[in-house]
């Protein structure tokens, strides 16, 4: 939730821009909270055939922007990164207009890992998948480590739950780019939103990426180019390493506190419309810590803890972010 690229101003919308000598990108007209400029749909080719990777949201304008970027070229593959609606709605027009398949991991939801009951009880259906792609369904389905080739290039899959169960990240491997999607960003920390997103698949796929020598630059969907990018992998562990410690700080000095009270406390000047995604990887980063034994959620039944104050701040955070938390030492059972 905190922005981590250099501002810069906001580049056309529609208009092809080259980024090296076999990638260009078009940005689609969504600047929002969660997109900041907007969606770049990347274009990968300078031979006789393309690939495309996210074409982006439902909008006419973005899928005439790409048919004029394309022009008389072949696209051989349209790769998608996850199912959010940001990312992949507009796939299947695009495959109707070129003829090319559709890659991407799988459904929404494909390689979520089961919950444990207790952790699973914390999710009211549906609250958490507002930005999902329910309806997408690629025409083919790729793992970690899929190669996809064309003319002059090659594309390797590389599979990074965290943000998405189904995030594929694409290494251009003729380059050293990394198309990273929503795993890294160029401009803030992903949100972590549970049940698909998972917070502890996230910090090792961000470790992961670490150990890949050959990324050079990183191409994310939303926000600018990512120059040194283990230096900004490093950045972001620490960030959610911080996140965390100030979670369990909190919880040890309040005893017990819910999402809400958590969020309040460590983002003290963020937008409140950002409220609840902060309340989201906040969440996640309590579900981590309850599988690690070291937090504990109390029941609503002991204490109500899903009534909801009624003030200015809390009027943004959606019900679940009541749910009240305290650290397992304090538990009966734990105490000597």
Not at 39 to 45: E, H, I, K, S
Not at 226 to 234: D, F, G, L, M, S
């Amino acid at each position: 939730m905190t922005g981590k690229g250099k501002e810069q101003s906001r580049p056309q919308p529609g208009s092809a821009e080259a980024v090296t000598r076999r990638v260009r990108r078009v940005l689609a007209d969504n600047p929002g909270p969660f997109t900041h400029h907007g969606t770049a749909t990347f274009l990968v080719g300078a031979g006789r055939d393309l690939a495309v990777i996210d074409p982006g949201p439902q909008h006419e304008a973005h899928l005439d922007a790409l048919i004029a970027a394309i022009g008389g070229r072949h696209v051989s593959y349209i790769l998608v990164t996850h199912t959010h609606r940001d990312h992949s709605p507009l796939a299947r027009a695009l495959a109707e207009r070129t003829g090319a398949p559709i890659l991407a991991f799988g459904p929404h939801g494909a390689g979520a890992r089961r919950l444990a009951p207790k952790i699973a009880d914390l999710m009211p259906e549906g609250e958490f998948e507002a930005g999902a792609d329910w309806n997408f369904r690629p025409d083919v389905m790729i793992g970690d480590d899929a190669r996809i080739v064309g003319d002059g290039w090659m594309i390797r899959a590389i599979h990074t739950p965290g943000h998405a169960a189904n995030h594929l990240c694409f290494s251009l491997e003729e380059e050293g780019i990394l198309f990273t999607g929503d795993h890294v960003m160029g401009w803030s920390t992903s949100v972590i939103a549970p049940p698909d997103g998972d917070m502890a698949a996230y910090m090792c796929s961000l470790e992961r990426l670490l150990g890949r020598d050959q990324d050079r630059l990183y191409l994310p969907t939303h926000g600018p180019v990512i120059r040194e990018p283990h230096a900004h992998v490093r950045q972001l562990l620490h960030h959610r390493r911080l996140r965390e410690a100030a979670i369990r700080r909190l919880l040890a000095e309040m005893q017990e506190a819910s999402i809400a009270d958590l969020v309040l406390r460590i983002y003290p000047e963020l937008d409140p419309r950002l409220y609840p995604a902060a309340a989201a990887s906040t969440l996640a980063h309590l579900i981590a810590l309850i599988e690690e034994g070291k937090v504990m959620p109390v029941s609503p039944s002991d204490d109500g803890s899903l009534d909801k104050p009624d003030t200015d701040a809390t009027l943004h955070f959606p019900a679940w972010a009541f749910r009240r938390f305290l650290t397992a030492r304090m538990l009966p059972e734990t105490r000597a």
